[in-house]
């Protein structure tokens, strides 16, 4: 687990490390059993932040091996294909639909493509000439785990880079979720909205 990248402070507004404290933990599925993955709490930004390792994807469940697998299969014989076999629950006993199949690889595809596309924007003097797909970049940097090189190199600015490789939320915010919620002041009276 690499230091810089065990927590998203994407929108923190805390410098301060003094503010931490324990939050809990929260498990995610793994290959080789359930993962704890502990959860800090920052009183001064105020939001909660994961110590995520670097094998897993961000904001998706497995890892980023295990998704890059996914869309280069995807890539190679195509969504349609590649979908009843890439689903993890597709050789228990009550199955899938290929219609989830399919349209589950197919968002994990399209959040991918949309990582590499800004993954060769940061990086035009290695990626600038490739087309912005998986394979087209592994042929580039000339790593076949790329998405797990890319979060594990030095120069990539991970609260830029949107998930499941970096910690940019998928809508492109990055400021506090508490600013898009509801006032916590009480209604106004009657219809007086």
């Given at each position: 687990m690499a230091g810089r990248n065990t927590v998203g402070l994407s929108g923190a507004r805390c410098a301060d490390c003094r503010c931490f404290s324990r939050h809990g933990t929260y498990s995610r599925y793994t290959p080789w059993?359930?993962?704890k993955i502990t959860r800090y709490y920052c009183r001064?930004?105020?939001?909660?932040f994961s110590l995520l390792p670097d094998c897993f994807a961000a904001h998706l469940t497995g890892t980023l091996v295990e998704l890059e697998a996914e869309v280069e299969l995807a890539e190679r014989a195509g969504v349609a294909a590649a979908a009843p076999e890439s689903h993890p629950r597709a050789q228990t006993p009550a199955g899938v639909g290929r219609r989830d199949a399919i349209r589950r690889l197919d968002r994990r595809v399209a959040l991918v493509l949309a990582c590499l596309a800004v993954i060769r924007g940061l990086f035009p003097e290695l990626f600038g000439g490739c087309p912005a797909t998986l394979c087209a970049m592994q042929a580039a940097c000339g790593s076949h785990p790329l998405l797990l090189?890319?979060?594990?190199?030095?120069?990539?600015?991970?609260?830029?880079?949107?998930a499941p490789v970096g910690f940019r939320r998928r809508n492109g915010r990055t400021d506090s979720v508490r600013s898009h919620q509801h006032s916590r002041a009480r209604d106004p009276p009657g219809g007086a909205a």
């Open positions: 059993g359930p993962a001064g930004a105020p939001q909660t090189s890319l979060r594990c190199t030095d120069a990539m600015p991970l609260q830029s880079v949107p």
